[in-house]
C-alpha cells in the first residue's frame, strides 16, 4: 500500500478567483475601500476613450472629446488560500455607464457602498444589480461626520428585500472592508445555491 502514500499527500491547490464589483456614487468612499484591502499596489488605470466611446461619444469635429478619461480601481485580496478576490470599481459618472455591462461580465457579486448623507447616490447601483440578478451587499460606509441611522433605517430607505445584507463599515479598515466582502461572496453562494435548488425543481 505504499504506492498510495503519494496520493494521499494533499497537493496544492491552484485558488478559486472570483470578481467583485465595487458600485456606489461619487465621493462614497470605493477606491479607498479597494485601495485598503489590496494585496497589490491598487491600479488606477486612466484610459483614453477611443474605440471603446465611439458609439457613445458624438465626435464630430470635436476632436478633444476623445481625451475623456476614466479611472478605474482594481485591487486583488486572498480571503483564504483557496480563494482570491478581484475587485473591481465602478466608475462612479453617469456617463461611464456603458462600461458597466463590461466589467459585469463574470463578476459573482458586488458591494454598493452607501453615505447615509446621500443614499440616493447608490440608487441606479441597486437598480442595475437588481436587475441583472446579480447578488450584492449593502456597505454603508459611516463616515464621522454624518448622522447615525440604525441598520433598519438604512434598509427601509433604500426599500432593500430582506435576503439582500446590509453591513456598517469602515472603507478605510482593513478588517471591516473584509467582513463586507466576506458577506458577500456568503451571500451570492447562497443566491447561487437557491437558484440550482429551483432549476433542479
Ligand atoms: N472620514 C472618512 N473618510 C472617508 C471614508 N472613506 C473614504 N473617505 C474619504 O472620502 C473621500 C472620497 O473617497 P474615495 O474613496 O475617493 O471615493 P470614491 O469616489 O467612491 O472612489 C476621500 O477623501 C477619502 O479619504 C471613511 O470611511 N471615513
Ligand atoms: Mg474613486
Known amino acids: 500500500m505504499a504506492f498510495r502514500r503519494a496520493?494521499?499527500?494533499?497537493?496544492?491547490?491552484?485558488?478559486v478567483t472570483l470578481k467583485l464589483l465595487v458600485a456606489g456614487g461619487f465621493g462614497v468612499g470605493k477606491t479607498t475601500l479597494v485601495g485598503a484591502v489590496s494585496e497589490i499596489r491598487p491600479l488606477r488605470t486612466e484610459e483614453t476613450l477611443t474605440e471603446a466611446g465611439r458609439p457613445f461619444d458624438d465626435i464630430a469635429g470635436v476632436e478633444g472629446k476623445r481625451t475623456t478619461t476614466v479611472a478605474?480601481?482594481?485591487?486583488?485580496?486572498?480571503?483564504?488560500?483557496?480563494?482570491?478576490?478581484?475587485?473591481?470599481?465602478?466608475?462612479g459618472q453617469d456617463r461611464f455607464w456603458f462600461l458597466w455591462d463590461e466589467l459585469a461580465q463574470g463578476a459573482?457579486?458586488?458591494?454598493?457602498?452607501?453615505?447615509?448623507?446621500?443614499?440616493e447616490d447608490c440608487f441606479?447601483?441597486?437598480?442595475?444589480?437588481?436587475r441583472r440578478g446579480?447578488?450584492?451587499?449593502?456597505?454603508?460606509?459611516?463616515?464621522?461626520?454624518?448622522?447615525?441611522?440604525?441598520a433598519e433605517a438604512v434598509r427601509?430607505?433604500?426599500?432593500?428585500d430582506p435576503e439582500v445584507p446590509l453591513v456598517m463599515c469602515d472603507a478605510r479598515d482593513r478588517a471591516s472592508v473584509k467582513?463586507?466582502?466576506?458577506?458577500?461572496?456568503?451571500?451570492?453562494?447562497?443566491?447561487?445555491?437557491?437558484?440550482r435548488a429551483a432549476a433542479a425543481n
Open 7 to 15: 496520493e494521499s499527500r494533499p497537493s496544492p491547490v491552484e485558488p
Open 72 to 91: 478605474m480601481d482594481f485591487g486583488r485580496i486572498t480571503l483564504r488560500d483557496d480563494l482570491v478576490l478581484y475587485l473591481f470599481g465602478t466608475p
Open 108 to 119: 459573482l457579486g458586488a458591494v454598493v457602498l452607501a453615505d447615509t448623507r446621500r443614499l
Open 124 to 130: 441606479s447601483a441597486i437598480d442595475y444589480f437588481e
Open 134 to 150: 446579480i447578488p450584492f451587499a449593502v456597505g454603508v460606509n459611516v463616515f464621522e461626520d454624518a448622522e447615525r441611522h440604525s
Open 156 to 160: 427601509d430607505a433604500l426599500d432593500l
Open 179 to 195: 467582513k463586507v466582502l466576506v458577506t458577500v461572496v456568503e451571500h451570492a453562494a447562497q443566491v447561487a445555491g437557491g437558484r
